[in-house]
């Protein structure tokens, strides 16, 4: 299983470092949005980690499966950055005025391993029963549709959601100079 935690860290940080960049290289492509960054807010931070976890659920289901935990792990895996990454960026942002870039980039693969031990350590339990296969399947939908919706759809006056950058919220336009 630590194979699985150090190739399933890598590939988030990996996918999540080039998606950072895909939308612009795109041209701005919509379809490119659902997975790529198309800012500088949280929401898209925590964007990019999801794919890097969606494209590894679509590998490790295959070998991985069978386990009965296995959508429990893999939904409890999709929550940790949503959490992870707000509380240590926005924790650090408490005591320094500005952001730092190696620690925001520490911040992201803190928060792919911990999302991949999390996913390790629930296969590695005692299977679950039916409730959790329930719990693990509404956390699953939730987590998928927010990550399909919330770019296009936003949620205004919310800090997760506002570029720093251009205060402007999903894919919006930047103001004409």
Request: proline share 4%; net charge positive.
């Amino acid at each position: 299983m630590w194979i699985v935690l150090l190739a399933e860290t890598l590939v988030v940080t990996i996918v999540g470092s080039l998606l950072h960049f895909t939308y612009k290289w795109s041209k701005e492509n919509k379809f490119v949005a659902i997975f790529a960054a198309v800012n500088e807010s949280t929401w898209e931070h925590i964007k990019l980690a999801l794919s890097g976890i969606f494209l590894c659920t679509l590998v490790d289901v295959w070998l991985l499966g069978a386990n009965p935990n296995y959508w429990l792990a893999r939904s409890v895996s999709f929550l940790v950055p949503v959490v992870v990454i707000p509380i240590l960026f926005y924790g650090y942002r408490n005591f320094v005025p500005h952001t730092i870039l190696p620690v925001d980039i520490l911040i992201f693969v803190v928060a792919a391993f911990l999302s991949t031990l999390t996913f390790v350590l629930i296969l590695q339990a005692s299977a679950i029963g039916g409730w959790g296969q329930i719990l693990s399947m509404v956390i699953s939908i939730i987590i998928i549709a927010a990550y399909l919706l919330l770019t296009r759809f936003p949620l205004h006056h919310n800090f997760l959601f506002k570029d720093p950058v251009t205060g402007k919220y999903g894919y919006e336009k930047r103001k004409r100079r």
